[in-house]
């Protein structure tokens, strides 16, 4: 608020409106939250499963594309004359995120297993997943 502004009495509604909404809307949610009977260790799992097919599907394929598309760039660069210090440079990044890319989809697996476990329960994505 700026020194010496008095906020308009529009301000002041909203405000106010916000005090009661945010309340009333976490009352609700809560309310459904109560009426609804799930296994939370099955939510639990299902939500994992879905981070884990996720991080298998769209980021592998990102970095594949990221690794050939470096490549592309790598060998391209040798053809351009004064620009080629600068295209290797970009390239060898390009190449270098598809790899840690490729290392974080396999090692996805057993950070949420460690992530997910549960008590002194053994949690395994991989089987747990279906994959």
């Given at each position: 608020?700026?020194?010496?502004?008095?906020?308009?009495?529009?301000?002041y509604?909203?405000l106010?409106?916000?005090?009661?909404?945010?309340?009333?809307?976490?009352?609700?949610?809560?309310m459904?939250?109560?009426?609804?009977?799930?296994?939370?260790?099955?939510?639990i799992?299902?939500?994992?499963?879905?981070?884990?097919?996720?991080i298998n599907?769209?980021i592998?394929?990102?970095?594949?594309?990221l690794?050939v598309?470096?490549?592309?760039?790598?060998?391209?660069?040798h053809?351009?004359?004064?620009?080629?210090?600068?295209?290797?440079?970009y390239?060898?990044g390009?190449?270098?995120?598809?790899?840690?890319?490729?290392i974080?989809?396999?090692?996805?697996?057993?950070?949420?297993?460690?992530?997910?476990?549960v008590?002194n329960?053994?949690?395994?994505?991989?089987?747990?997943?279906g994959?």
């Amino acid at each position: 608020m700026i020194a010496g502004k008095i906020p308009s009495s529009r301000t002041y509604k909203l405000l106010l409106s916000a005090k009661i909404i945010l309340p009333v809307l976490t009352l609700l949610s809560m309310m459904s939250l109560a009426g609804a009977t799930y296994n939370a260790e099955q939510t639990i799992i299902n939500e994992v499963c879905s981070i884990y097919h996720i991080i298998n599907t769209v980021i592998f394929v990102i970095a594949l594309a990221l690794i050939v598309l470096g490549g592309t760039i790598y060998a391209i660069s040798h053809a351009t004359g004064g620009m080629k210090g600068t295209l290797q440079g970009y390239a060898m990044g390009l190449i270098l995120g598809g790899i840690i890319g490729v290392i974080i989809v396999l090692l996805a697996g057993p950070i949420l297993s460690i992530v997910a476990n549960v008590g002194n329960t053994s949690f395994s994505v991989s089987q747990a997943c279906g994959s």
